[in-house]
């Protein structure tokens, strides 16, 4: 299986941030006790950048290099996707015109994702501006709202629900059940995975990133540690 855009949401459900004030944000994976990706994440506007590399045992057997930035432009929010991993390199870009369908401009090598239907791509956002979208909706008070998702080969949506207040590592926390539910663009294995798959997050009560986030996976459980 080529590795996709989904890829990027898997691992953003599983790394920790440094320090909640810096920027850009390092984070470390930690996968059944094993050190498995470092990500560095700048949550800037109105441009977000995103680099994942895969470390230790899964980095040998899954060397991989995922890079990712979403620009904001006059007229259109863009998304550009980089994946290096399995002796293959992917690009895909997708452009979000305000009020239109999403429309993806680059999807190499082929042959391309088919065409999900309009409805499918109106009102979407990339995986980097749905976290921006979370803080903001926490930031208004909101108790339940909903992330649509697309990368440009996958549409799903994030259902998040805030639970309350918490503290990781001394800091006062906001915390958030989020629960995926898949639309298109996922194989039978893939939806099997992700559908109904629950993840826990911390955000810092100050700054609204994220501090921890623990995804329950099969018979293993993905959990983050400070670096």
Not at 193 to 200: E, F, K, N, P
């Amino acid at each position: 299986m080529r590795n996709g855009p989904i890829a990027v949401g898997v691992f953003i459900l599983g790394l920790g941030v440094q320090a909640a004030e810096a920027r850009p944000l390092r984070y470390q994976a930690w996968w059944g006790g094993f050190h498995a990706a470092d990500m560095v994440l700048d949550l800037g506007e109105p441009d977000s950048s995103l680099s994942i590399v895969t470390r230790g045992l899964l980095g040998r057997l899954m060397p991989s290099r995922i890079e990712a930035l979403a620009k904001r432009g006059a007229e259109a929010l863009s998304w550009r996707y980089r994946s290096n991993g399995g002796g293959e390199e992917r690009r895909v870009a997708v452009v979000y015109p305000a009020g239109r369908a999403a429309k993806v401009v680059e999807d190499l090598p082929g042959p391309p994702a088919e065409a999900l239907p309009i409805a499918l791509r109106s009102g979407v956002v990339d995986p980097l501006n749905a976290l921006n979208l979370m803080r903001r909706d926490v930031a208004g008070g909101r108790q339940s709202f909903v992330l649509p998702i697309y990368d440009g080969r996958r549409r799903l949506d994030i259902q998040a629900r805030v639970l309350g207040e918490g503290r990781r590592n001394k800091r006062p926390t906001i915390e958030l059940h989020l629960e995926a539910d898949t639309h298109a663009g996922f194989n039978r294995r893939q939806r099997a995975l992700w559908d109904g798959g629950a993840a826990r997050v911390s955000l810092d009560a100050a700054t609204l990133l994220p501090l921890r986030i623990e995804v329950a996976a099969l018979v293993l459980t993905l959990t983050t540690r400070l670096e």
